[in-house]
């Protein structure tokens, strides 16, 4: 059965009894920042696959790294991730902020380290997935 | 105390008032633009970048598997912040969540 669905700015709708909620910015930004920190990390490791010691001080080192399309990916999405943050900052709080957006970044990092550089998944990974699920979960209802 | 675990102790805290001071900076601005001008982003950029090349040099010196998770530390250094220097408040099933988080990033974070 097709039902009109019809609500004002300020009035959420309704769905068969669950209320569709709007995620708030503070934890939407977050995530997207921890998305983009996430994919950074990965594009760091890929981009260090060179070496298997990178080195701070050796200037070769560092020349390898600027002329690798990796590297500057890695830059750009720390960027954007970084603006996502401030975006999320400028009216959302901080501890929410860095709470969602490190504990996304980690999720990010695990599935693309398991993706695409073939990283062991160990039962104390899959607590930690569950972990992080149960806690964006509780985010959610707290909303 | 072992030196490298010192150095992710502190640059964890780096990590966590560079969060709050940027909160600062941003807060009632309008743009961006507006809130670079502030010195206080600027500083707290800097904060971050310090936390970073100390991690990077306790990352170098110790072991991954311990340093990875204590830098997720930074997250509890940023709600004791935020409580005492922005009186930031969270309901009791938020506090849940994010204590959640943390213990899911920092099994995530373990080598």
Redesign the interface.
């Known amino acids: 059965m097709v039902r009109a669905c019809t609500f004002t700015f300020g009035k959420l709708p309704s769905f068969h009894g669950l209320r569709v909620r709007v995620m708030r910015e503070e934890v939407k930004h977050g995530v997207v920042a921890g998305i983009g920190f996430g994919c950074a990390g990965l594009f760091a490791k890929s981009s260090l696959t060179f070496t298997t010691e990178f080195s701070l001080t050796n200037p070769q080192h560092w020349l390898t790294l600027l002329l690798s399309s990796h590297f500057w990916c890695f830059l750009l999405l720390n960027l954007l991730a970084i603006m996502f943050v401030w975006k999320a900052l400028k009216k959302g709080r901080a501890s929410m902020v860095v709470g969602v957006s490190s504990a996304t970044a980690s999720l990010a990092c695990f599935l693309g380290g398991v993706a695409f550089f073939h990283e062991t998944f160990t039962i104390l990974k899959l607590v930690g997935i569950i972990l992080l699920a149960t806690g964006f979960l509780m985010l959610r209802i707290s909303e | 105390m072992v030196f490298w675990l010192l150095l992710t102790l502190i640059a964890a805290v780096c990590y966590?008032s560079s969060?709050?001071l940027?909160?600062i900076a941003?807060?009632g601005?309008k743009n961006?633009l507006e809130?670079v001008k502030n010195p206080l982003l600027l500083v707290g950029a800097s904060l971050m970048l310090t936390g970073g090349a100390l991690f990077?040099k306790a990352l170098?010196m110790g072991e991954v598997s311990v340093v990875s998770p204590l830098l997720?530390l930074?997250?509890i250094v940023?709600?004791a912040?935020?409580?005492v220097v922005?009186g930031?408040k969270?309901?009791r099933?938020?506090w849940?969540?994010?204590?959640?988080?943390?213990?899911?990033?920092?099994?995530?974070?373990?080598v």
């Open positions: 966590g969060i709050i940027q909160k941003l807060t601005k961006l809130a990077l170098s997720n930074n997250v940023t709600w912040f935020g409580k922005l930031e969270c309901e099933i938020e849940l969540g994010l204590a959640l988080l943390l213990s899911g990033s920092f099994l995530l974070s373990m």
